[in-house]
Structures are given as structure tokens and as C-alpha cells.
């Protein structure tokens, strides 16, 4: 049974960086697309960035991240990663990373799987 798991949210000053993990378990780490959203209080999910399975393709960042977030993914630890830099108070959500076959369901967030959240709180 696949199973996602995010770490390393938490509190960060304006400015700031955090680095997201998810970990899949139960196998098949390389055939699946994977993507990062996020859900602030009152707002609807939205996508923050995808990769494609294998990590082939050029990643999708949503124009709010772009030049600030990276997203990759390391196949031997079987974990997807959301690098933040220059955080603002805006890009404080809960973030869930999800993983499927298909790349279309992955971004518009009909996957196989999702993770529980970790909270990024951005303030002074």
C-alpha cells in the first residue's frame, strides 16, 4: 500500500527558507508523477509545482512560486522535495504532495494518492 508523508513544515520569518520532504513508501517510487499543493484557511487547494515521474520534463511551478520554489525528487530515497526561499506571508497553507500514474490527474489533483499536510507558517 503506497503512503505519502510530508515533514518539515513550521514557523518561518518573511523572508525565510523551508525545505519540504515526501516520503513514499510501498514501492513503484519511479513510475509516478508527484506534485505539491497547498491550501490556505477559507481557499481552495491550488497547485504550487509538479514533476513528472522519473523526473523527465521541465517542472511546473505556479507564477506565485516561480523563481522562489524548486521542486525535485531523488529516486533512490524515494522522496519529493518543495525547496521555499524568500517566504512570504502569503505562502502560509497547509502543503500535500500527491503521487499517480498520470501526470494530467497529478496537477489538476485527482491523484492515486495524497499525503496528510504539513503546516508552513510564514510570520514576523
Known amino acids: 500500500q503506497v503512503q505519502l508523508v510530508e515533514s518539515g513544515g513550521g514557523l518561518v520569518e518573511p523572508g525565510g527558507s523551508l525545505r519540504l520532504s515526501c516520503a513514499l513508501s510501498g514501492g513503484g517510487f519511479v513510475y509516478y508523477s508527484m506534485a505539491w499543493f497547498r491550501q490556505a484557511p477559507g481557499q481552495q487547494r491550488e497547485l504550487v509545482a509538479a514533476?513528472?515521474?522519473?523526473?523527465?520534463?521541465?517542472?511546473f511551478y505556479a507564477d506565485f512560486v516561480k523563481g522562489r520554489f524548486t521542486i525535485s525528487r531523488d529516486n533512490t530515497k524515494t522522496t519529493l522535495y518543495l525547496q521555499m526561499n524568500n517566504l512570504k506571508h502569503e505562502d502560509t497553507a497547509i502543503y500535500y504532495c500527491?503521487?499517480?500514474?498520470?501526470?494530467?490527474?497529478?496537477?489538476?489533483?485527482?491523484?492515486?494518492?495524497w499525503g496528510q499536510g504539513t503546516q508552513v507558517t510564514v510570520s514576523s
Open positions: 514533476l513528472s515521474r522519473g523526473g523527465r520534463g521541465t517542472p
Open positions: 500527491n503521487a499517480g500514474f498520470q501526470y494530467d490527474s497529478v496537477v489538476n489533483g485527482t491523484p492515486m494518492y
